[in-house]
């Protein structure tokens, strides 16, 4: 049965060089497992940094946030993707700009769901998981070096 989900796409970044709400939405139904409503918003580096200084106490922007509020069904939460930090990664390790954001919205979709990556164990479970579903949309495997070809969209 196919999982039913809302998902808000909202753009507070000045950032141009960023994924559209269907790209979005292409990548979140691929990695959930269950129903849900989301919302995942886009930020630049201040409001970045803000978030993480507050939720997590480290003083830098990260790449992706996770928050849920709700991990019964359905699933609620909200997923922060930092837009010049993901352009900067993209750049420093030589992959797609939109098939690193895709990795990343997956990767921000298996937190919700309960998958985390600070255990050795967890860590190989969740980068599998990762790259299966990413395989199934058509990108490579973000964890391996290879000339990454522009993906679908």
Request: aromatic share 8%; proline share 5%; glycine share 4%.
């Amino acid at each position: 049965m196919e999982k039913s989900f809302k998902l808000a796409v909202q753009y507070a970044t000045n950032n141009t060089e960023i994924p559209t709400r269907p790209q979005f939405r292409r990548w979140v139904k691929a990695a959930l497992m269950q129903d849900a409503e989301i919302v995942l918003r886009l930020v630049d580096e201040s409001e970045g940094r803000e978030l993480n200084r507050q939720f997590r106490h480290k003083d830098y922007a990260t790449n992706v946030l996770t928050f849920v509020y709700n991990d019964t069904q359905p699933l609620m939460g909200d997923i922060v993707l930092c837009a010049p930090v993901v352009g900067k990664e993209a750049q420093q390790q030589h992959k797609n700009l939109l098939a690193h954001y895709a990795h990343l919205t997956v990767h921000g979709v298996l937190h919700l769901q309960g998958y985390d990556h600070i255990e050795d164990a967890e860590a190989v479970v969740m980068e599998q998981l990762e790259t299966q579903i990413l395989a199934r949309l058509g990108y490579a495997d973000p964890y391996q070096e290879h000339d990454n070809a522009i993906p679908p969209q």
